[in-house]
């Protein structure tokens, strides 16, 4: 069977791969997989395209009997909260989240507000290409759509009784918001000004064309971070195209790596929540400064492999305090197990309101590491467990986490080596307390496996 979705939903770029005709032939596979009656959230964001895709999906879902509740523009988290706090039995965002902006997506959510499975997503795909299709009858269809208009208000109503409001608004607060021209623009400033911030937004105009790239990263937010210093801002915000992500500027203009604000945010979460787990759930790719930083707060770190939804699932499974990616993607299950940027902003200002402090004086009272992402291409998959094998033994006498490739710890250095899974290349992440150390560090590992390569051809 041939695969539709990825990591993260099904993308292509618009009118080349994704078209009209394969929107309304995936509508009709997710309808199909939810049945006649079944009630139903579509949303979507401002990239160009979406207003056939919408349409496209719905008229699938629709003739297979469900009743369509039209969310309009909101971000996903915005959706996943109404699915999962709402009579709703699933959800589908028309999105391609932090994707160069001529892609689109499609994304479907079950109950729980939580990404589907891979077993729905397997079953979908099937009901897609054997276009096997459960249409209803003529006498069944009446009217199908109905408007959602109060997603947006019952959405930032949730946020903001998760934080504690009175102790953020003692504070005059001035933060940059950036929403990469997508519709983070309409919830995080809408749940900032509720909380008494003074908010400047810049990118928040709903502009097909945005004016960075929609991923929130060091080289795409170099006039963001600038902002944010020149207006004395206590920090900045910036979002991807769904605005699930959030990643932090300091006031001094740093971009902070998303399992740095992570940390800040796991111990903070665990002082002011005692009842929840002392557990947090991340994958491989983030530092495991982590583990260091949360330990003398008793807080256990869970490893898995690369994911959202891998991470949220583990966290329904073992219970935890929060899960997290370090691009960005941060959980706080009290208010719902998937990545949500609007929430995690918020409480971000909880905890410098709490702390009294500066982000650059959080920022730095961390553990001081320099990482180093590189990538190998992997010219088969067979060679995988071989280059794995010799990783571990050259760094033998590490601590090894096997979850997804190999990752290697010791002495406030480690090393990750994974296949990547969705281009044909080795991912090679390299951490250490200095950034010589890391070049050195990351010289050595690429020859090694360069030796198994070689070998292999
Ligand atoms: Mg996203």
């Not at 400033?189 to 004016?211: A, E, Q």
């Not at 005692?274 to 869970?302: D, H």
């Not at 918020?346 to 650059?360: D, P």
């Amino acid at each position: 069977m041939r695969r539709l979705f990825g990591t993260d939903g099904v993308r292509g770029i618009v009118n080349e791969w994704f078209t009209p005709e394969r929107a309304l032939r995936l509508g009709l596979a997710i309808g199909s997989y939810f049945g006649e009656g079944a009630e139903i959230v579509v949303g979507r964001d401002a990239r160009a395209g979406n207003e056939f895709m919408v349409r496209a999906v719905m008229a699938g879902l629709i003739s297979s009997g469900l009743r369509v509740y039209d969310a309009g523009l909101l971000p996903t988290p915005a959706l996943q909260y109404n699915v999962r706090r709402r009579w709703f039995e699933g959800g589908v965002m028309i999105t391609a989240s932090h994707n160069p902006p001529e892609y689109v997506g499609v994304k479907v959510v079950l109950s729980d507000g939580v990404e589907a499975p891979r077993e729905v997503e397997a079953e979908i795909e099937r009901a897609y290409w054997e276009e096997r299709f459960r249409r209803v009858s003529w006498a069944s269809l009446g009217e199908r759509v109905r408007r959602l208009d109060d997603a947006i208000e019952f959405y930032v109503d949730g946020i903001v009784s998760q934080v504690d409001d009175e102790l953020i608004k003692r504070r005059e607060w001035r933060v940059v918001v950036d929403t990469a021209n997508n519709v983070g623009a309409l919830t995080t400033p809408r749940v900032l000004r509720r909380l008494g911030v003074k908010v400047l937004t810049i990118n928040s105009d709903l502009s097909h064309i945005p004016y960075r790239e929609p991923e929130p990263l060091p080289n795409t937010l170099n006039d963001t971070s600038k902002i944010v210093t020149a207006v004395g801002a206590d920090f900045g915000v910036a979002h991807d195209g769904d605005a699930d992500r959030a990643i932090f500027i300091d006031d001094r203009g740093r971009v902070m790596p998303g399992d740095r604000s992570a940390a800040l945010l796991c111990k903070h979460i665990a002082e002011t929540r005692p009842g929840l787990p002392r557990r947090v759930v991340t994958a491989v790719s983030s530092s495991t400064l982590i583990e260091e930083y949360l330990r003398s707060s008793g807080i256990e770190v869970v490893w898995t492999r690369v994911g959202s939804i891998v991470i949220a699932r583990k966290m329904m499974e073992i219970g935890a305090l929060a899960g997290f990616e370090e691009n960005g993607g941060f959980m706080f299950p009290p208010h719902q197990y998937v990545r949500d940027g609007a929430m995690t902003t918020a409480l971000m200002l909880e905890f410098l309101a709490r702390e009294r402090v500066k982000l650059s004086e959080a920022y730095d009272s961390l553990p001081k590491r320099y990482l180093i992402k590189d990538k190998l291409p992997l010219p088969n998959r067979e060679v995988v467990p071989k280059v794995l094998e010799a990783v571990k033994s050259m760094l033998e006498g590490a601590r090894f986490i096997e979850v997804d490739g190999v990752k290697a710890i010791w002495d406030g250095n480690w090393v990750l080596v994974r296949p990547s899974g969705t281009e044909p290349v080795l991912r090679i992440f390299v951490e250490s307390p200095t950034e010589k150390e890391a070049e050195e560090l990351l010289r050595k590992i690429k020859s090694e496996i360069m030796k198994v390569l070689g070998a292999g051809q």
